[in-house]
């Protein structure tokens, strides 16, 4: 038999006996898509993980890391194309988001939450639509206010301000000094909705009702919170924060060119590793000069806004049980535990059984405030139940822009009611 | 039937030869398909029509079909007439990227043109080192948009701006300037990079049309008195009038649906104030996930670029006409 002969009749025979094209192997690759973690040890450790997730699993995991400002884009991508990664590291809320693009996980959400020692609000809001898990929440960035302690020292901020209006204060004279504070409201993932966010609710104002149906945004409430916000930016920070995505504040902050922000601990903790580089205006390791403390109270309340992180199975994807098997193993207690003690208290767990883990003993003083801060968080779209909605509010940026029109001149009323119009073209 | 023929060379008389047959006139199916013009037309366009469905086509009419639905990631959505567009209308943020494409496409193009020219003008003479200068000088335009885009970023930055720091030292500056942080200085720097990065095109392309012009005419112009400025007015711009508008053509189409340098400078922020209709349309669609009103933000670009264009065609045309 010729070679043409043989490939017609080996070939065509069999795309006929199957009946449809021929298929790539399938079940022997997961490819697993996160962000660039702030604390790179991190992904180090996930991929010294992986190889032992393959030979667990029997397939070889991939895991690829992006900028996390290109992870929604790259999710729409995927989804609609129908390819692309078969586990994508979910932010915020976003599953709600892209449900329909998403494999429903219930089994595995009710086993970690038994087996974890029950959720925080946070990972439950994020994730969990009524009874139905759309991802499985894997951990919670908590976010605190980084300073340096001797610079508050020396304007005669002794202890952490309890109020917002103290914290205005304080920052006055550091700002007198030039060593502002420095707060993104940027166009960014992280950082300029956890300061955004709470600043709202620690004011009273909120963006829905509690159906998630009626906007309640234009109040004197909120607008009180933007006269705060001008002041302060005014008075207090570095105006170029309205360009600033997450990684400025932490380079600022290093560079000693502010002298608070707010921020998960990754700031400490670059500090702590880089310690014989990143040093004070006396020469000393600045990760001795760093405490950090909770966004201060407003009028109705402290609180924050710590960013929820699940793992969602794609729809897609040919290996949905493999995935399944592959979340289960990297979310137990052996393989999270390790992930966990490297990440340091930058990552803390979806779930509470994590704040009793022995790391919290041993952790440096200034880290120990990361331990519990996921309880006093809400979820955005408060004070209506977790939502798509909720999600298209926080990627067009309109409560971080209300702020940022705010500082740049608009009148606090205006841009209350200019973005509690945006609101209600969304919430409808 | 064999055609015999009498005698030849040599040969006797009388003896008729059997010749091979000649090839019958009869032309084969095949080869009459083979020689087809029309069929020859279609097989030799066939490639470029189907790069052109499958990259220009497919994704314009896919764009169409989604901007007249209710797309959104993950859903297949209905047909909703021309309501995204209705939204997109009314959509305060739309309206400032819109008024900001029209700002950045108008200044950025007058900018590239008028110092185009002017480096056209300069590169038309004759100097040392004339070669490398006009290759060197297309090194805006050879670079990758994002890579040259994020030294000027680095160059703009809120806190560590080289250019904040040379002022300063300079004692021109006791504040930094607000790059990126302020909308009006931030749309300013935009239309900096994209000069920067479009100006090399206009000069090398009115650098190849200066060439075309006749220095004889210039002469002619010089003996009968005319300066520098009417010899530039009166002689090169009447004639390098098509080649700058052909141009002009290109560079608004590429500004106006600009995205890669808005999105590393800016993102489109501070408060949207950077933002132009690409990248707004790229924040509601494809990150934010609404498609269908993604889509329809992008197609608000058509009817303008549309009109544009027709109007400075057909001013050429009425050039060439004359």
């Not at chain 1, 991939?62 to 999710?75: H, K, T, V």
């Not at chain 1, 207690?333 to 979806?350: I, L, R, T, Y």
């Not at chain 2, 239309?191 to 075309?212: D, E, S």
């Amino acid at each position: 038999m010729e070679r043409r002969d043989f490939l017609k009749s080996a070939g065509i025979a069999g795309i006929l006996a199957a009946g449809r094209a021929p298929a790539f192997a399938q079940g022997s690759r997961l490819h697993v898509l996160r962000w660039v973690d702030f604390i790179p040890a991190c992904d180090v450790e996930l991929k010294r993980q992986a190889p032992e997730a393959s030979k667990a699993l029997g397939a070889e995991v991939q895991f690829e890391f992006i900028n996390a400002n290109d992870l929604q884009p790259r999710i729409t991508a995927a989804i609609q194309s129908r390819s692309g990664p078969d586990i994508i590291m979910m932010l915020h809320n976003w599953p709600h988001l892209y449900q329909s693009g998403l494999v429903d996980v219930t089994d595995l959400g009710e086993w970690q939450g038994k087996d974890q020692g029950g959720y925080y609000a946070q990972s439950e809001a994020a994730a969990r639509d009524g009874k139905r898990w759309l991802a499985l929440p894997h951990g919670i960035v908590g976010l605190q206010m980084a300073y340096r302690k001797s610079w508050f020292d020396e304007v005669g901020a002794i202890s952490w301000p309890k109020t917002l209006e103290d914290l205005r204060q304080v920052g006055m004279k550091l700002k007198k000094k030039g060593k502002p504070i420095g707060q993104t409201l940027g166009h960014t993932f992280g950082d300029a909705p956890a300061w955004s966010y709470p600043l709202m609710w620690n004011y009273g104002a909120a963006e829905v009702d509690k159906s998630g149906k009626k906007v309640v945004l234009d109040t004197k409430e909120a607008v009180e919170s933007l006269k705060f916000m001008q002041a302060f930016w005014k008075d207090a920070c570095d105006e170029g924060g309205l360009a600033w995505d997450d990684t400025n504040n932490n380079r600022a902050f290093l560079a000693g060119d502010i002298s608070c922000t707010l921020n998960g601990a990754s700031i400490y903790i670059a500090a702590k590793r880089g310690q014989d580089k990143i040093k004070d205006d006396r020469g000393e390791p600045m990760v001795r000069d760093i405490q950090h403390g909770p966004i201060p109270n407003g009028p109705a309340g402290s609180w924050g806004y710590h960013v929820a992180f699940s793992h969602a199975v794609m729809k897609y994807s040919k290996n949905e049980k493999l995935a399944k098997d592959f979340l289960k193993w990297l979310h137990g207690k052996e393989q999270f535990g390790k992930w966990f003690e490297v990440a340091e208290g930058f990552s803390v767990g979806s779930t509470k059984q994590w704040e009793k883990h022995p790391l919290w003993d041993r952790i440096d003083p200034p880290m120990k405030g990361y331990r519990t801060a996921a309880a006093a968080s809400r979820m955005i779209g408060y004070a209506g139940p977790p939502s798509a909605k909720a999600t298209e509010v926080y990627s067009k940026y309109i409560i971080v822009d209300m702020y940022a029109k705010a500082v740049q001149g608009l009148k606090a009323e205006d841009a209350v009611k200019w973005a509690a119009d945006e609101l209600k073209k969304i919430y409808g | 039937m064999k055609n015999p023929i009498a005698g030849g060379a040599g040969g006797a008389a009388g003896v008729e030869v059997a010749l091979p047959h000649p090839r019958t006139s009869r032309v084969q199916p095949r080869t009459r398909v083979l020689e087809s013009e029309r069929l020859l037309a279609a097989l030799l366009l066939a490639p470029a029509v189907l790069l052109l469905g499958t990259f220009i086509a497919y994704p314009f009419v896919m764009g169409v079909w989604l901007s007249l639905s209710s797309t959104t990631v993950g859903t297949a959505g209905t047909f909703v007439g021309l309501k995204n567009f209705e939204k997109v209308w009314n959509d305060s943020i739309f309206r400032e990227a819109f008024q900001n494409t029209a700002i950045y496409t108008g200044l950025a193009t007058l900018f590239k043109l008028s110092l185009g020219m002017w480096l056209a003008l300069l590169l038309n003479r004759h100097f040392r080192g004339k070669r490398l200068v006009r290759a060197s000088m297309l090194l805006p335009f050879i670079v990758p948009t994002v890579l040259s885009t994020y030294a000027w970023r680095w160059m703009f930055d809120p806190t560590f701006s080289v250019l904040n720091w040379t002022l300063y030292k300079l004692g021109f500056i006791a504040d930094k300037l607000p790059f990126l942080s302020d909308g009006v200085w931030g749309l300013g720097c935009a239309i900096v990079v994209n000069t920067w990065r479009g100006m090399p095109f206009f000069a090398i392309t009115l650098l190849a049309g200066l060439q075309t012009i006749n220095p004889d005419l210039h002469e002619a112009a010089s003996l009968d008195g005319a300066n520098a400025w009417e010899r530039f007015w009166y002689v090169t711009w009447p004639l390098l009038k098509p080649v700058t508008l052909v141009v002009v053509v290109f560079s608004v189409i590429q500004t106006f649906s600009d995205f890669q340098l808005i999105y590393v400078l800016t993102g489109g922020g501070p408060a949207n104030s950077t933002h132009l209709i690409a990248t707004y349309a790229y924040q509601i669609g494809v990150a934010t996930g609404l498609l269908g009103e993604g889509a329809a933000i992008s197609l608000f670009m058509l009817p303008v670029l549309f009109i544009v264009v027709w109007l400075q065609l057909r001013y050429l045309r009425r050039l060439e006409g004359a």
